[in-house]
């Protein structure tokens, strides 16, 4: 499968629902996380690790992690990033 193909299969399961993001919160006030997503994948190039809502300043924080090549492009590292939902 080429990276390609992965990140576009990876797009299209990450735009479904975050189920598993916030457990504890009521179903109405989990934060859709799919664009912050998408917006981290676009701005790294990164593939798609993992999701998770935090409270930062009182407010729903989306901390998406992605796999992302370094500068150099062999060596792959591990980012974790806070979006806005």
Excluded: W
Excluded at 19 to 29: T, V
Aim: net charge positive.
């Amino acid at each position: 499968m080429t990276l390609i193909s992965r990140r576009r299969l990876l797009g299209a399961l990450i735009a479904l629902p975050f189920a598993f993001a916030a457990e504890s919160m009521p179903a109405q006030a989990k934060p859709d996380c799919s664009a912050a997503v998408q917006r981290v994948l676009a701005r790294t190039g990164g593939e798609y690790v993992s999701v998770s809502v935090v409270k930062g300043g009182g407010q729903d924080i989306c901390r998406v992690t992605v796999l992302a090549s370094d500068s150099s492009g062999s060596r792959r590292r591990k980012l974790t990033v806070d979006e806005r939902p």
